[in-house]
């Protein structure tokens, strides 16, 4: 059984950067899709990016382009979100997801992945 476990969240101020990891146990992920979601107090979780099994097709939501950049290490068995420049609005709990079906496409749809962690909170003060 995969577990997925997130790190590197925290509070921090406007303009600041985090990078949050992604840690992969129980199976290998280095042929499978992975994304992180987030979901803010009172709405639903949203796609922020993915990436494929080689990291050469990355998908981001259009709020975080040219902020946000997604990479994995498939030695390591873990993906990494690099944030800079975080908003207010960036405020979350932020979850990696894995999609044990496909390795090729990165789909932002939730339903699409059957893995999650327990997510890291991510709290951006103006």
């Known amino acids: 059984q995969v577990q997925l476990v997130e790190s590197g969240g925290g509070l921090v101020q406007a303009g600041d950067s985090l990078r949050l990891s992604c840690a992969a146990s129980g199976r290998t992920i280095s042929r499978s899709t992975m994304a992180w979601f987030r979901q803010a107090p009172g709405k639903e979780r949203e796609f922020v990016t993915g990436i494929n099994w080689n990291g050469r097709n990355t998908v981001y939501a259009d709020s975080v382009k040219g902020r946000f950049t997604v990479s994995r290490n498939n030695a390591a068995n873990t993906v990494y979100l690099q944030m800079i420049s975080l908003k207010p609005e960036d405020t979350a709990q932020y979850y990696c997801?894995?999609?044990?079906?496909?390795?090729?496409?990165?789909?932002?749809?939730?339903?699409?992945?059957?893995?999650w962690g327990q997510g890291t909170q991510v709290i951006v003060s103006s």
């Open positions: 997801a894995l999609d044990l079906e496909n390795g090729v496409f990165v789909s932002r749809t939730v339903e699409v992945y059957a893995h």
